[in-house]
């Protein structure tokens, strides 16, 4: 869930893994991963980092 008037990009080259501004709540797989804007400790999911076709 995000407002859709607040929301905002705050990467940067030097700081690409700054969070977005305006995103309050990620569910991932059911679970929430982000809840009031802060970044929770659960890892509903794994990074896919090849795609085989």
Same mark, same amino acid.
């Given at each position: 869930m $995000?407002d +859709? &008037? &607040?929301i =905002?990009?705050?990467a !940067? =080259?030097?700081n690409p +893994?700054? %969070? /977005?501004s #305006?995103? /309050? %709540? *990620?569910? *991932?797989? #059911?679970?929430?991963?982000m +809840?009031g804007?802060?970044? !929770?400790? *659960?890892? =509903?999911a794994? *990074?896919? +980092? @090849? $795609? @085989?076709a």
């Amino acid at each position: 869930m $995000f407002d +859709r &008037a &607040a929301i =905002a990009s705050n990467a !940067t =080259a030097k700081n690409p +893994r700054r %969070y /977005a501004s #305006g995103v /309050a %709540y *990620v569910l *991932v797989n #059911g679970k929430l991963s982000m +809840r009031g804007g802060k970044r !929770t400790d *659960v890892n =509903a999911a794994k *990074v896919l +980092r @090849e $795609f @085989e076709a």
